[in-house]
């Protein structure tokens, strides 16, 4: 199985800030990585798919990208909205797995 | 709007069975995958399974043999049988829909909570 490390676990941040969250892939995941949020009480939303493609709806502030099989999810001024729990999963290979989430929390 | 609402969740004996549904709308459920992903505070996100369009399955090993996903696409719904309980099945379950390929999972319901103990 990939295993993806995900890093921060959790992050303490302002409105305003620049945050970065990463995952990394034990081995080649293809670009096939995603990012999603989530809310106490809800199913994750789909914010990024495949590294790099917003999804429709969701605010410009928040960009994927990656460097081999580092993967980084930005968001580039924190909004009062975003402070949720943020996951990664790799849609590579079976079976698909996910990082441990890095909650943002209020400064 | 694509919709996904889980139902049966609930207590259960160690050994014991539950049935979960996901009824799904506002897209064609028989043209996509569709999966069951649960959710634990110590184990964080795991997928369970997952069901082609034309019924192939695939399961995560924790739960083969156990568990058997199916789907009635006349009735746009999703199932997964769950027998011989453990407790360490106790999760949130969530249906969620691909978008491409087999795992990108792009729509996910609330989820329905699994309880299994004595």
């Known amino acids: 199985d990939i295993q993806m490390t995900q890093s921060p676990s959790s992050l303490s941040a302002s409105v305003g800030d620049r945050v970065t969250i990463s995952c990394r892939a034990s081995?080649?995941?293809?670009?096939?990585l995603n990012w999603y949020q989530q809310k106490p009480g809800k199913g994750p939303k789909l914010l990024v798919a495949t590294t790099s493609n917003l999804q429709t709806g969701v605010p410009s502030r928040f960009s994927g990208s990656a460097s081999g099989t580092n993967f980084t999810l930005t968001i580039s001024s924190l909004q009062s909205e975003d402070f949720a729990t943020y996951y990664c999963l790799q849609s590579y290979s079976t079976p698909p797995t996910f990082g441990r989430g890095t909650t943002v929390e209020i400064k | 709007e694509v919709q996904l609402v889980e139902s049966g969740g609930g207590f259960a004996q160690p050994g014991g069975s539950l049935r979960l549904s996901c009824a799904a709308s506002?897209?064609?459920?028989?043209?996509?995958?569709m999966s069951w992903v649960r959710q634990t505070p110590g184990k964080g996100l795991e997928w369970v399974s997952s069901i082609s369009g034309s019924g192939t399955t695939r399961y995560a090993d924790s739960v083969k043999g156990r568990f058997i996903i199916s789907r009635d696409n006349s009735e746009n719904t999703l199932f997964l049988q769950m027998n011989s309980l453990r407790a360490d099945d106790t999760a949130v379950y969530y249906c969620?829909?691909?978008?491409?390929?087999?795992?990108?999972?792009?729509?996910w319901g609330h989820g329905a909570l699994v309880t299994v103990s004595a």
């Open positions: 969620a829909k691909s978008g491409s390929g087999w795992y990108l999972l792009d729509y």
């Open positions: 506002g897209f064609t459920f028989g043209s996509y995958v």
């Open positions: 081995q080649s995941v293809g670009g096939y």
